[in-house]
Nanobody
Framework: QVQLVESGGGLVQAGGSLRLSCVAS????????MGWYRQTPGKQRELVAT???????DYGDSVKGRFTISRNNAYNTWYLQMNSLVPEDTAVYYC??????????WGQGTQVTVSS
């Protein structure tokens, strides 16, 4: 069973930066994409960024140009560098892993709060 653990969330002022990390423990062979979603109360979970094992990336429109996703070569750690943060980025950020067989795993989430 793979577990995902996020870290790096916190409180930051508008214009600041944070870096989130997600570490996958267990057998990670078979993961073909990994990334981040975020959610605020009363809203649906929103795609932030995703990266495939071939390093193809995709970003949500609201974070393009400000956030960067990356991963290590072992596919067991991935990162979200968040720059030029705005209060609208405040959310719980969840990392996820998508498997070739169609399954997925999710972390428990880390809170990011951006103050104005």
């Amino acid at each position: 069973q793979v577990q995902l653990v996020e870290s790096g969330g916190g409180l930051v002022q508008a214009g600041g930066s944070l870096r989130l990390s997600c570490v996958a423990s267990g057998r990670t062979a078979g993961i073909w994409a990994m990334g981040w979603y975020r959610q605020t109360p009363g809203k649906q979970r929103e795609l932030v960024a995703t990266i495939r094992i071939d390093k193809i990336t995709d970003y949500g429109d609201s974070v393009k140009g400000r956030f960067t996703i990356s991963r290590n070569n072992a596919y067991n750690t991935w990162y979200l560098q968040m720059n030029s943060l705005v209060p609208e980025d405040t959310a719980v950020y969840y990392c996820y892993a998508k498997w070739r067989n169609g399954g997925d795993n999710w972390g428990q989430g880390t809170q990011v709060t951006v103050s104005s």
